[in-house]
Structure formats: C-alpha cells, structure tokens
C-alpha cells in the first residue's frame, strides 16, 4: 500500500483510530460496516504491524511472517462477521522433542493419530503413565478452553462470574491460582514433558514455573484456550493474509486508511476529540467523537499527556530462515517432515528450563538457550515462489524463550549474534548435518536467516521493551478500573484497542472488536 493512500478527505469523523495493526483493522471494519465513518491513521506506509507478510530476503520468493506466526485466538465470529477471504490451516503434529536418552538419540512425537502418540510417550517414558497423564491434563484445560474462549468477546466478567463458567474447581485451582509449575510436577514425572507442558506458559514471558505473580499462568491460559481448543494454526498465504483481508474489508465498508499518517497528540474533553498528526507534507488534525488507539499503554499515554504504565520487557529472540532442504534428524525414527511440521522443541526440558531463566535472572545468556521451531512451508507451500518449491525449500521460524531485553541493552548487535550461535549449536545438536549448511543464500550470496531481539522489536514496530503482548498478560475477567469491555482508559471517549488491552496480546482482533463494541454501545 503507498503511503499517504487514502488521504484524509474531512476533518471530522465518528472514530479515528490511531494505527493500523490488525487489531485497529478489526474495529475500522466492524465501525464503518455499522455506518460510522472511520479514520485508520498508521504512521508506516503499510498496514498490519506485527501481523505482516514480507521478503525479508534479497532476490528471493519467499513471503515470511516476519514477527507473528501463527493464529490461535482469531475467533471465528470475527471472520463470519467481517466477511473475511481469509483462512488457516491445522497441523497434523502438534509437536516433537528430541532428546538424547542412555546415549541414543531419541524423542516425543505428539499428534500423527492417538495410537502413535501413545506409543511415542510409551517409549520415551517406559510406560503408560505419562501419556495418561497428558491425556487428563489436557481434557481439563480443553474444557476450560470451551468455557472461557467465548468470553472474551462478551463484556469482561467478574472473576466469580469467570470462575462459575468454567464450572471446576480443579481446573481454576490449577490455573488461575496455583503457579503452574505445581500441577507439571504433580500431574508429570518425566523432564521431558514436564518441560513440553512448561513452554506455552512461557512464550514472550520471563518468568520461572512457580513465579508467585502467576504471569506464567495468565500465559499458559491464553495459549491453550484458544479457538476454544487450544490448536494454533497456519495462517494461509502468511499473517499478511489476515491483515490484508482486514484492511480490504474496513475499506469495502468505507473506512479510510492513511499511511504515512503519525499520530502525535489527543486532546479531549471526553466528548470529542482532535487527533494532531504528521505526515511528510506537514501536520493536520482529525476530529472524532471516539478514538481508538491500536499501540501500547505506553504509546497512549504519551498521546493523551498522562502517566505511563510500568515498562514492559520482551523476552524473546525470533528468527526467520529459508533452506535449501531441511536437515537430517539424529533420530532416525522421526521424518523431518513431520518432526518441523509442528513445534520442535529444542533445550526445553523442565531442568533446562528452569537453568535457563536463572541464568538470564542473573544477567547472564542461558547456556543452552530454550526455543521452538516450526516450518510453515510444509503445511502451506505458497509463501513460496513456485521454483522455490520445485526445488524442495522450506521456511523455519525460530522463536526463542528466556532472553529479556535487559541482556541486550549493552551491545545489541553483539549479543543477538551470540545468542543466534548458541541456539543453532542447540538445534545442531539433534541433527546429523549443521542448519547453517542447509541456509538457502539471497541475491547478494549471503545466508538467508535473520535474528531479531526484543530491542530490535521495540526499533521496528514500537513495541514497548520489544513485549510482543504490549505488556503483562491479564487475566481475562474484569478487576479495578478495566472497564466493561478491558478497552476502557480515564478519558470517556479514548480506547486502547492494541494488545495491551485486557484480554489482548497475541494475533487476535479480540481488543479490535471489543473496542468497536464499546463505541456502538456508547452510542446506543
């Protein structure tokens, strides 16, 4: 899209809403099909923020999901409301873990059919126990992922509300009060899949498995409820697909999106407000009744001149690879196909876990540092170039856990490229051939892999320490000053709409929606 498309053509709108993320997409759509005239103002010259499709390579056909990844808390109603050209894409397997075990390789399988998955945790373990285990413990969190995923486009509710809903005691003991690291230990045996269990609760969150703030458990809880299953799926055509669709159907509806367009002020009274902006030609103000602010507490507050939130910290290295052919497993039991098609685990063993985030609490770059692999390539062939895929490339997305943006702050460049050599030396370890030798190379000869840390993230796309959730995760029912919907701030007609939101983070629409709810009821 170029910049400046769609230029504003009046002052005065029913909403302006400053960035045009996927989130700030979401409610454009759903507030110009309700016949309210909408101003999306994104200060790139592209739409879609973290939720993007892109060539980061020179000369190669190959359209990555550069940040965001994978889709799991889209909810269907939002693409059935919307009328989206847009669609996912399950995984057969839903993870593997390799692991050396009495001097041989070996690892976990999960998904390809029960029967394989049973009789992959039968040997690993030596017996039945662990995949029974498995099996109780994600029954419980499927059927509070039923319960709760609903909710989070309906208004908040209280946390007794919340708590009836999900109708077992067990399950809200589990997750909602007890740090999770005391149901893993409980419910598991295994270092294994003590540390497969472990992971979801960590994705972008430093925290250890029994942090007494529960910031693990608010994470795990997001990553298994969603689409009401837990599955986390492959965006067809890449995450650009999704934003693409968006903003195709805000302007369908009659939305205008003005790249190039950087918000630098709100200032209201609570009934209306001006939104002052920049562009290359100079600055111009916006009038709306409503504004809806997809970007940071941080951002927001910065717009609105009041106090900023407490910052926020990523923890996480996120790195993007395109190969020539994937590479040979030291287990020969496990097809690479099927063993990158869903999560590869790689240094996430409870223990390894655990060392980990103590060596990065301690200031130091974990050793053997924890991450999970995934090639979207093998479940949707056309982010590639048709030559690319006759000659059998693939894609690798590497996302690495327990790297807070503090470790980074003295040398970026420095450490990022260690922290890269010891996480491949990780991966290299499981594999008969090393991952570099397999680099495809781009136009200018050079290997096309690229790491991005927490401090790169918070250079490119603003987010606040590089959180790729804006902020802390909160627990998805209401508490002091959230409002009705979680999209509420002190000023009666300024939402925050990004991730940051209550119930946000993650590639969702939820606060999208929930924002463009509360304008329609306002207005009601």
Known sequence: MPAHEGKPGHRTYDAVIVGGGHNGLVAAAYLARAGRSVLVLERLDHTGG???????????????????????LLPKKIVRDLGL?????????????????????????????????????????????????????????????????????????????????????????????????????????????????????????FADAHDPSLRQNRCFLYHVIGGGTGDWDV???????????????????????????????????G????????????????????????????????????????????????VNMLLKRLPRLRDSSVDPREAFSGTFHIAEGYDQLATAHAQAAAGELPAAPPAEIYCHSLTDPTILGPALVEQGYQTLTLFGLHTPARLFEGDNAAVREELLKSTLAQLDAHLTESIVGCLATDADGRPCIEAKTPLDLERDLRLPGGNIFHRELAWPYAQENTGRWGVETPHANVLLCGAGAVRGGGVSGVPGHNAAMAVLQADA
């Open 50 to 72: 973290a939720a993007v499709s892109t060539r980061p390579f020179a000369g190669v056909d190959a359209r990555l999901s550069r940040y965001s990844y994978l889709v799991s």
């Open 85 to 205: 050209d847009f669609r996912v894409r399950t995984r057969n397997v839903s993870s593997y873990t390799p692991v050396e075990r009495d001097g041989r390789p070996t690892g976990l399988l999960v998904g390809g059919g029960e029967r394989r998955t049973r009789e992959a945790f039968a040997r690993l373990t030596g017996g039945e126990r662990e995949y029974q285990a498995w099996q109780r413990f994600y029954g419980m969190t499927g059927e509070v992922a039923k319960r709760v995923f609903p909710t989070l486009v309906e208004p908040l509710p209280s946390r007794e509300e919340l708590r009836r809903r999900v109708d077992d005691e067990e399950a809200w003991r589990t997750l909602f009060e007890e740090p999770i690291g005391v149901a893993v230990e409980e419910r598991f045996a295994d270092d294994l899949v003590r540390g497969v269990v472990l992971t979801d609760a960590l994705i972008g969150t």
């Open 235 to 269: 965006p067809v055509g890449g995450m650009g697909a999704l934003t693409d669709a968006l903003a195709a159907a805000a302007r369908a509806a009659g939305a205008v999106i003005a790249t190039g367009h950087e918000a630098e002020r709100i200032d209201t009274d």
């Open 271 to 318: 009934r209306t407000a001006e939104v002052t902006y920049r562009t290359a030609d100079g600055e111009g103000v916006a009038v709306a009744r409503h504004v809806l602010v997809n970007a940071s507490p941080q951002a927001l507050a910065a717009l609105t001149g009041d106090t900023p939130p407490a910052p926020a910290e990523g923890a996480q290295l996120k």
